[in-house]
């Protein structure tokens, strides 16, 4: 909860008061709209009032410094883009638009969700946000350039992943395939750590993100390489 946005999974999580399988499926969605949408506004509510911490911060000065390529992201907050990242994939989506699944019209989230609830599309049915849904494919793009990624860099940051929600949890094999090293950034161990992680760094991100920042801005100013 660094940001002010609880983890779907674990102790007072999302899921732990909203059924996945009742909420969070296409299927769910396509039968019954209107209850989906007692968990989308409660989520979205969570999301305004969120903001980036020194994870997301240092993530982007190292984009910044050019020593991070991209960020490929499962969260749909856009938190990456509000502390400065510019290259993020998001690979779930985002609920910056709403979507109708019966027209594909589109629309800026706040303005139709400030009409009423559930926002609905000038055609007559219940709007979507633009995230994926339990059931729903990776947008196209998003997957393509997120597996680019993993098969050409050097070295691959895993931070603050359960690492069970496929396919995402196989961009690190990708990466693991093609000779990247791989560090992971995780308060405990993951399915990936025993076989595909190289470096296994416990803890809370902000604060592991803020010291490889400060390390490498330290290497740098020493005339060592900053990647």
Known sequence: MESGIPAFRGAQGMWEKFDPAEYATI???LRDPEKVWEMLSEMIDVLKGASPNPAHYGLAEMERRRILRSVITQNVDGLHQAAGSGRVIEYHGNPRELVCVACWR?????????????????????LKPDIVFFGEPIPWMAQEQAEEEARNCGVLLVIGTSAQVSPACDIPRIAKERGAF?????????????????LHLPGIASEIVGRLVELLGKSSRDGEPGH
């Open 106 to 126: 589109r629309y800026p989230s706040l303005e139709k969700i400030a009409e009423g609830m559930p926002p609905r599309c000038r055609c007559g049915e219940i």
């Open 182 to 198: 791989i560090i992971e950034i995780n308060p405990e161990e993951t399915s990936l750590t025993a076989g595909i992680t190289d």
């Open 27 to 29: 299927g769910a969605f």
